[in-house]
């Protein structure tokens, strides 16, 4: 699927985001991408040692940080010290892309044109927003509403009630009644004893052959995407937040929560009501007890359970005392 770019873009010169700082030259930024993503004219941000492999081969010329991070970068790289930089960063993005912290009305829906989606069936009441493809043979159920420049891929099945923004989804994926994906994640920072808001200008993107159960929330991601692999299944009321990458052939039982950028391997099994924390990374083939509470990394092939979630063996061990 061709990626589309579902907000307003600002052409902004770097040194009008930063007149304070001196630049060589007079720059317009491509657009602001994560260290691992960020090509030469792309505005990037290193907050964490967490990321320090990422930032030591990031391609951009221009990055957000703090004056001890910056060591961490490469000589070839415009450091830009401030410091707070999810605040800078928030502040940026929102000159950059001005309608992205909010979920605004989309008022290009209208009934879906028989002549334009002739081999899709539609329930009653169903609303398309400009711009919104679909493929063949797929099935839109009662009261669903998909916004502007989604794509869905052939033969989906998507129920009543579903709503749809900012997102890409391949074949043969079905969702389920009561869904909403795409819309923004819980992004705001505490700043001066006021909350400002984070811009969330990513995607949501649904792999091929994807399930996802009724009452399932997908955030669409802040500077990064929201993935989901292809041929992982979400049970019911499952909460995907804002750049979670969940991986392929994955099973993710009822009100599983993932926090905000966690990537988690292929081959993963989660019990209901379990939790994962923001940041973390989850190996393949891993599985996860139901009701756990992961708050750390996992490493490939092991089995937690527990809060905090530890080895299961560690877990039956501590339960006998």
Do not use: W
């Amino acid at each position: 699927m061709v990626s589309n770019n579902f907000f307003l873009k600002k052409k902004i010169k770097i040194s009008n985001l930063f007149p304070n700082i001196k630049f060589e030259k007079k720059i317009i930024l491509n657009d602001i991408k994560p260290l691992g993503e960020a090509t030469k004219f792309d505005l990037t941000f290193y907050d964490s040692k967490r990321y320090k492999s990422l930032a030591q081969r990031t391609k951009a010329i221009y990055c957000v940080t703090t004056e001890n991070l910056s060591k961490d970068l490469p000589k070839t790289v415009k450091k830009i010290i401030v410091n707070k930089v999810l605040v800078e960063l928030a502040r940026v993005s929102k000159i950059i892309y001005p309608f992205a912290d909010l979920d605004y009305p989309d008022f290009s829906l209208k009934k879906p044109s028989k002549s334009k989606f002739k081999t899709v069936k539609f329930g009653n009441n169903v609303l398309i927003g400009k711009n919104v493809k679909i493929g063949k043979h797929s099935l839109i159920g009662a009261n669903t509403i998909i916004e502007h420049d989604v794509q869905i891929g052939d033969n989906c099945i998507i129920g009543s009630a579903v709503i749809i923004k900012n997102s890409l989804i391949n074949n043969r994926v079905v969702i389920q009644d009561n869904c909403k994906i795409g819309q923004k994640g819980f992004g705001f920072l505490p700043n001066k004893g006021k909350n400002f808001k984070f811009p969330h200008f990513g995607k949501v993107i649904i792999g091929s052959d994807v399930e996802i159960a009724s009452g399932c929330t997908i955030d669409r991601g802040s500077i990064d995407d929201t993935v989901i692999g292809k041929n992982t299944y979400l049970d019911n009321q499952v909460h995907v937040a804002h750049n979670v990458k969940i991986g392929e052939n994955c099973m993710i039982a009822g009100q599983v929560g993932f926090a905000g950028s966690s990537i988690i391997g292929n081959n993963v099994s989660i019990g209901g009501q379990a939790g994962i924390s923001g940041h973390l990374k989850i190996g393949n083939n891993v599985k996860i007890g139901g009701g756990s509470g992961v708050v750390k990394d996992i490493d490939d092939n092991q089995i937690v359970m527990g809060y905090p979630a530890v080895p299961l063996k560690e877990f039956l061990k501590n339960s006998k005392k």
